[in-house]
């Protein structure tokens, strides 16, 4: 049973004023049994449940007006809020305050352990919710689709389970209701309120109800994820290797075969981290783990000997200070400094030779790249976002930019540079995995403009380079000078990062360079023991097109036709180089 806090809700019933109760509270006990008696109860789950609900609402003064249920009125009390000073964390509060909370209806084995997790709140009635079915189970916890009676509006009701007496385990859920308190986002799902009583052992807290988690989106075939998600996990399975048998077996995803790996990965942790101290190492090997049973917990990571072993983190006043600069004006300045270059003679150049080539592919310029003097290594992640992204989408125009925001031509002229009558937009980072408002479900319907190819904000997460050309469908290829620029801001990019890697090891500083990390998953020249791993400075980029039962062969087409395009690439340069 139980009761529930809400700051929105006007709640039924109850048989006594809380104002009654607060009034009565601390000292007086016995008084509050009489009226821990004098409330209705049911059974619920086995469990007594006490009716009784109010409602709080907090005031900018720090006041609370609390709203007695009874009857529907609704009577408002104004009281000091239960005022903990300072008191971080979870644990004991004052004894005073403690009274306070078991005489608003908090039973007191939850406020004496964790008084600052419930402080300001006031339980809700199991009785104002109607249980409608179970919808899930969890480690700790069994859910219940139920409905808000007061409010008219389905909930979900995550019984805890724990055991009341072990102030440990309390300790241990209240965490859990202290931080989702403190979490108030579009895209997490709200704790609204919490369910108990004075006399009851158990808690259920009140969320806002979710139609969907991620084991049922992944068992619905109709669904299908979108390239950049099942690209990602592939990314994962590379490094971290493919997970056994045992551990799909355990997921019970019916359609799990969209996610495995056509090739079993072998695990690449230890080569791709080999720089490394081997207390870092081991730190990363035991985070990595895509089993989370086998993943180490981040008490224990706190606990690792790479925290207490040299070089030991550095006094963060001792950092380097550099006047502001952002990515976009780095990007104006590059756009400067090729104008005035000449720069825009081979930009002509390019254009015309990639428009002698049909198709998408003809913009990426080899020669663009072999003038710009990138590594092999460097025009070959072009080429592969490149190649990939067009795979994906041959006939539309690709611009990196917001992932799930759609460019229209007219879009894209309002980022055009007025200097340069480049088109220019600012590359972004991938978006959440799950997009806000529900996902595209394949790229073909997203939108009827052109779309964003997330292969490219990928690419550009990983320091890949990300090419892209202005394309439509009844249009000729047209070459954008962009496309000049980002072996430039490539090569500036690695020239950045080597720059401040020299400059950690210099100053031994522990700045984790989350690009480095990812450049370094990128697997080296060594072929992998079962032959999938990269060979020469071959990048396997992972993943197919979007979910598919051909997944292996398409995976295979791609590499191939990567393979391909840098032969092309290559023997371009030798050509080049020779005139
Ligand atoms: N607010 C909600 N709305 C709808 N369904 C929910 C809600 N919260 C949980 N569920 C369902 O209940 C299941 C169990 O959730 P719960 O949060 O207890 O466990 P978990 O977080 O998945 O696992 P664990 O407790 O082991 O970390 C979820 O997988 C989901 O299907």
New binding site residues.
């Given amino acids: 049973m139980g009761c529930i806090c809400s700051k929105s809700s006007a709640v039924e019933d109850n048989n006594e004023s809380i104002s009654k109760k607060l009034q009565s509270s601390s000292t007086r006990t016995s008084e509050l049994n009489v009226l821990r008696l004098s409330s209705s109860k049911r059974v619920e789950g086995g469990v007594d449940v006490k009716v009784k609900a109010s409602l709080n609402e907090k005031k900018s003064n720090g006041s609370v007006h609390l709203y007695d249920d009874q009857n529907g009125r609704k009577k408002k009390i104004e009281k000091t809020e239960f005022t903990v000073i300072d008191h971080p964390g979870l644990g004991r509060v004052p004894k005073a305050i403690e009274g306070e909370q078991v005489a608003a209806g908090w039973p007191a084995w939850l406020s004496s352990v964790a008084g600052d997790a419930i402080k300001g709140w006031i339980p809700r009635s199991a009785d104002t919710f109607e249980r409608l079915h179970k919808?899930?189970?969890?480690?700790?916890?069994?859910?219940y689709?139920a409905r808000d009676v007061t409010n008219q509006k389905i909930v979900?009701l995550?019984k805890v389970r724990f055991d009341n007496l072990d102030p440990e385990s309390v300790k241990f859920m209240a965490r859990e209701i202290h931080i989702l308190r403190k979490l108030d986002h579009p895209n997490i799902?709200k704790l609204e309120g919490l369910i108990t009583s004075e006399t009851s052992r158990s808690l259920y807290l009140v969320?806002?109800?979710?139609?969907h988690?991620l084991?049922?989106l992944v068992s619905n075939p109709s669904i299908k994820f979108s390239e950049p998600q099942v690209e990602q996990l592939h990314r994962i399975f590379k490094l971290c290797g493919s997970p056994s048998e045992d551990y799909w077996l355990k997921l019970r995803l019916p359609h799990s075969t969209v996610f495995k790996p056509p090739h079993h990965y072998r695990r690449c942790v230890a080569d791709t981290f080999k720089e490394y101290s081997s207390t870092a190492l081991k730190l990363i090997e035991t985070l990595l783990s895509v089993d989370p049973s086998q993943r180490g917990t981040a008490a224990a990571a706190l606990k690792s000997e790479f925290f207490t072993s040299e070089p030991l983190p550095c006094d963060p006043s001792s950092l380097p200070k550099y006047p502001p600069s952002k990515e976009i004006d780095a990007k104006m300045r590059d756009e400067a400094t090729r104008r005035q270059g000449a720069v825009g003679e081979r930009e002509k150049k390019v254009g015309s030779a990639a428009r002698q080539e049909k198709g998408p592919r003809a913009v990426v310029s080899t020669k663009d790249n072999a003038d710009l003097g990138a590594s092999i290594q460097q025009v070959k992640h072009h080429s592969i976002s490149k190649n990939r992204s067009e795979l994906s989408y041959p006939h539309r125009e690709h611009v990196s930019g917001n992932q799930g925001f759609p460019h229209r031509q007219s879009d894209v002229k309002e980022t055009e540079n007025n200097l340069s009558g480049h088109f220019y937009r600012r590359p972004s980072h991938s978006g959440p995995l799950v997009p806000g408002s529900g996902w595209p479900r394949g790229v073909k319907e997203v939108d009827n403009g052109p779309p964003v190819s997330n292969r490219v904000n990928l690419a550009k997460l990983s320091g890949l380079v990300a090419s892209r050309t202005l394309l439509s469908e009844d249009q000729e290829p047209k070459p954008v000078p962009f496309l000049h620029r980002k072996p430039i801001e490539v090569r500036r990019s690695v020239e950045a990062t080597n720059g401040s890697e020299s400059r950690r090891r210099r100053d031994k500083k522990r700045i984790v360079d989350h690009s480095q990390i990812v450049n370094r998953r990128v697997p080296t020249e060594k072929s992998t023991p079962d032959g999938h791993g990269s060979s020469g400075n071959k990048i396997y980029m992972s993943g197919p097109l979007l979910a598919s039962n051909n997944m292996d062969q398409m995976l295979k087409d791609h590499d191939r036709k990567i393979q391909e395009f840098s032969r092309r690439a290559r023997g371009e340069k030798v050509r080049t180089q020779r005139k």
Avoid: H, L
């Avoid at 919808?135 to 859910?143: K, P």
């Avoid at 969320?207 to 139609?211: C, D, K, P």
């Fill in positions: 919808i899930g189970q969890g480690t700790y916890s069994t859910v689709k979900a995550k799902i969320f806002e109800y979710m139609e988690d084991t049922g």
